[in-house]
């Protein structure tokens, strides 16, 4: 089992999908409160277009996905907060817009075709390079301090963004870092997972977690470790199953949520009877009233 | 004019002088004047349409103001920054996040007013514990939000506003779809507001049992005030309550 750890680009890859699994719920999970699960697969699609440009420019292709897919994202939030483009349709544009722009740029690259693109869409663990690792490293560290760091204030922000306003957060301020780090994850998760399945280590995860949790802060913490669990799992056994690891890490994942769902239904049906009941505190103060 | 009167007229905590507001190019507020003084409660009545909540997302800046003079504690609300001495309550919406949360973390929301982009400490769990007493959810803390009643969920909504220790507070119909017990729990809380000096305005749709509590009420019919009622001035400053 641990002889995959002699190998180096293993290690890169396992490196790389550990920072992935934790990062990814950590932002994915503002999406998800505020309802938009799909914005990842949007910056994914729209990230495609930098990763082509990269080709085409002969620079790194991951900065040039991070640049773009920010510009993206932030596109994409500024339609949403302007409330003048309906989300979904915003959402939609972008999708196309993103796929056939670097279909369209790869095309144009000396000796380039849509097959350069291939590992960028699926992910392989082979293809992790010391520079991306550079790269996955420096993105992640950013993507937890702005999560883990203003956690309260992004909650606060995606929980009811009028009430943040009136407490004076710089609310466009925190909703356009929101939308760049969620393009950072996005790029740092393309190698291993691929972009058409990145959303997924965003979502899936959270999802899983608030099957079983009661507040923000334990879906955050379990959604964490459901995707470090998920993603080092998905990346070991696509080595030994010579298997995609996009695909493997998506699978279990949906294998742990419907796990974890089942479960959790007892435990659901037990609270829906306990929260019936009054709770002492009304019941306390219906009794001292004159 | 007298130094005295002019920081008086300053401390003023909220002023609406001729105020015009549009939703959609509709207008909704054709000219409203009304002041919250220092330690009024000040009830806003009208029909549904009539601009109550215009009037009050106005107040608190969301809503901008196309004509006249809006000001909070004598700052025009455009240029106001102050948001600390400002609490919140906005209208319950029934629309759930997508995320569970506890009544404690959404109450923790409003002392983000005190320490914007800095980590909560002590003095901010104490707020938020003193916030969750006063609207009797203590012992619900760890409650996700989802599991309340609508009138429970209605006291998280003070208790985050309170946590951020407000001057002035706006609530939005509170007392919309409240239980009794959550209606008699809220009366409770505005009265251990007022004792502490704290100016209320308030969307109301009746004032049922917050009558004692209210100093003026101004009814608002078609984005104008129709009439203004003093209430009780009197048994305020007497004590009675």
Same mark, same amino acid.
């Given at each position: 089992?641990?002889?995959?750890?002699?190998?180096?680009?293993?290690?890169?890859?396992?490196?790389?999908?550990?920072?992935?699994?934790?990062?990814?719920?950590?932002?994915?999970?503002?999406?998800?409160?505020?309802?938009?699960?799909?914005?990842?697969?949007?910056?994914?699609?729209?990230?495609?277009?930098?990763?082509?440009?990269?080709?085409?420019?002969?620079?790194?292709?991951?900065?040039?996905?991070?640049?773009?897919?920010?510009?993206?994202?932030?596109?994409?939030?500024?339609?949403?907060?302007?409330?003048?483009?309906?989300?979904?349709?915003?959402?939609?544009?972008?999708?196309?817009?993103?796929?056939?722009?670097?279909?369209?740029?790869?095309?144009?690259?000396?000796?380039?075709?849509?097959?350069?693109?291939?590992?960028?869409?699926?992910?392989?663990?082979?293809?992790?390079?010391?520079?991306?690792?550079?790269?996955?490293?420096?993105?992640?560290?950013?993507?937890?301090?702005?999560?883990?760091?203003?956690?309260?204030?992004?909650?606060?922000?995606?929980?009811?963004?009028?009430?943040?306003?009136?407490?004076?957060?710089?609310?466009?301020?925190?909703?356009?870092?929101?939308?760049?780090?969620?393009?950072?994850?996005?790029?740092?998760?393309?190698?291993?997972?691929?972009?058409?399945?990145?959303?997924?280590?965003?979502?899936?995860?959270?999802?899983?977690?608030?099957?079983?949790?009661?507040?923000?802060?334990?879906?955050?913490?379990?959604?964490?470790?459901?995707?470090?669990?998920?993603?080092?799992?998905?990346?070991?056994?696509?080595?030994?199953?010579?298997?995609?690891?996009?695909?493997?890490?998506?699978?279990?994942?949906?294998?742990?949520?419907?796990?974890?769902?089942?479960?959790?239904?007892?435990?659901?049906?037990?609270?829906?009877?306990?929260?019936?009941?009054?709770?002492?505190?009304?019941?306390?103060?219906?009794?001292?009233?004159? | 004019?007298?130094?005295?009167?002019?920081?008086?007229?300053?401390?003023?905590?909220l002023t609406l002088r001729g105020v015009h507001a549009e939703l959609?190019?509709?207008p909704v507020l054709r000219g409203i004047?009304l002041?919250?003084?220092?330690?009024?409660?000040?009830?806003?009545?009208?029909?549904?349409?009539?601009g109550?909540?215009t009037a009050v997302r106005a107040a608190v800046g969301q809503v901008p103001v196309t004509g006249g003079e809006l000001a909070l504690?004598?700052?025009p609300v455009r240029r106001f920054?102050?948001?600390?001495?400002?609490?919140?309550?906005?209208?319950?919406?029934?629309?759930?996040?997508?995320?569970?949360?506890?009544?404690?973390?959404?109450?923790?929301?409003?002392?983000?007013?005190?320490?914007?982009?800095?980590?909560?400490?002590?003095?901010?769990?104490?707020?938020?514990?003193?916030?969750?007493?006063?609207?009797?959810?203590?012992?619900?803390?760890?409650?996700?939000?989802?599991?309340?009643?609508?009138?429970?969920?209605?006291? $998280?909504?003070?208790?985050?506003?309170?946590?951020?220790?407000?001057?002035?507070?706006?609530?939005?119909?509170?007392?919309?779809? $409240?239980?009794?017990?959550?209606?008699?729990?809220?009366?409770?809380?505005?009265?251990?507001?007022?004792?502490?000096?704290?100016?209320?305005?308030?969307?109301?749709?009746?004032?049922?049992?917050?009558?004692?509590?209210?100093?003026?009420?101004?009814?608002?019919?078609?984005?104008?005030?129709?009439?203004?009622?003093?209430?009780?001035?009197?048994?305020?400053?007497?004590?009675?309550?």
């Amino acid at each position: 089992m641990l002889e995959l750890l002699d190998y180096a680009f293993m290690q890169r890859a396992l490196l790389a999908a550990l920072l992935i699994g934790v990062a990814a719920p950590a932002v994915g999970i503002f999406l998800v409160q505020r309802r938009q699960a799909l914005m990842g697969d949007g910056i994914g699609h729209v990230a495609l277009t930098g990763v082509a440009l990269g080709f085409l420019l002969q620079t790194n292709p991951v900065w040039m996905a991070v640049l773009v897919s920010s510009l993206g994202a932030i596109a994409m939030e500024l339609l949403r907060s302007s409330g003048r483009a309906r989300g979904d349709i915003a959402l939609a544009m972008l999708f196309y817009g993103g796929m056939a722009g670097g279909v369209m740029i790869i095309n144009l690259a000396p000796g380039g075709s849509t097959a350069n693109l291939t590992s960028y869409l699926w992910g392989s663990i082979t293809t992790v390079s010391p520079q991306d690792i550079t790269a996955i490293c420096v993105l992640s560290a950013f993507v937890l301090c702005v999560a883990l760091g203003l956690r309260r204030q992004l909650f606060a922000v995606c929980q009811d963004e009028e009430f943040a306003r009136v407490t004076g957060l710089p609310v466009r301020a925190l909703n356009l870092l929101l939308a760049v780090t969620a393009a950072a994850t996005v790029t740092v998760a393309m190698r291993v997972v691929g972009l058409l399945l990145v959303s997924a280590l965003m979502v899936i995860p959270v999802v899983t977690a608030q099957a079983v949790t009661r507040g923000f802060k334990a879906t955050l913490i379990l959604s964490m470790a459901v995707g470090v669990l998920v993603s080092i799992s998905g990346t070991v056994t696509s080595y030994h199953a010579d298997v995609p690891p996009g695909a493997t890490i998506v699978l279990i994942a949906l294998g742990v949520f419907a796990v974890v769902s089942l479960l959790a239904l007892p435990l659901a049906r037990h609270r829906a009877r306990r929260s019936a009941q009054p709770s002492p505190a009304t019941e306390n103060a219906l009794a001292a009233q004159p | 004019m007298e130094p005295a009167a002019d920081s008086a007229i300053a401390e003023t905590p909220l002023t609406l002088r001729g105020v015009h507001a549009e939703l959609g190019g509709r207008p909704v507020l054709r000219g409203i004047d009304l002041t919250v003084g220092p330690g009024e409660v000040v009830a806003l009545l009208g029909a549904n349409g009539s601009g109550k909540s215009t009037a009050v997302r106005a107040a608190v800046g969301q809503v901008p103001v196309t004509g006249g003079e809006l000001a909070l504690f004598g700052t025009p609300v455009r240029r106001f920054r102050d948001w600390r001495r400002v609490g919140y309550v906005p209208q319950r919406s029934t629309a759930a996040g997508g995320v569970p949360a506890t009544v404690r973390e959404v109450v923790s929301a409003g002392r983000l007013a005190r320490r914007r982009l800095r980590p909560l400490g002590r003095a901010d769990r104490a707020a938020v514990d003193r916030a969750l007493e006063l609207v009797g959810l203590a012992d619900r803390s760890g409650d996700p939000v989802e599991a309340l009643s609508g009138g429970q969920h209605q006291r $998280v909504l003070i208790a985050r506003a309170l946590a951020g220790e407000p001057e002035l507070l706006i609530m939005d119909e509170p007392l919309a779809g $409240v239980d009794l017990a959550s209606q008699r729990i809220l009366a409770d809380t505005l009265r251990s507001q007022l004792a502490q000096g704290v100016s209320t305005l308030v969307v109301l749709h009746e004032l049922g049992p917050l009558e004692p509590l209210i100093t003026r009420s101004v009814s608002l019919s078609a984005g104008l005030v129709e009439a203004t009622n003093a209430c009780h001035p009197h048994e305020l400053e007497t004590g009675i309550l």
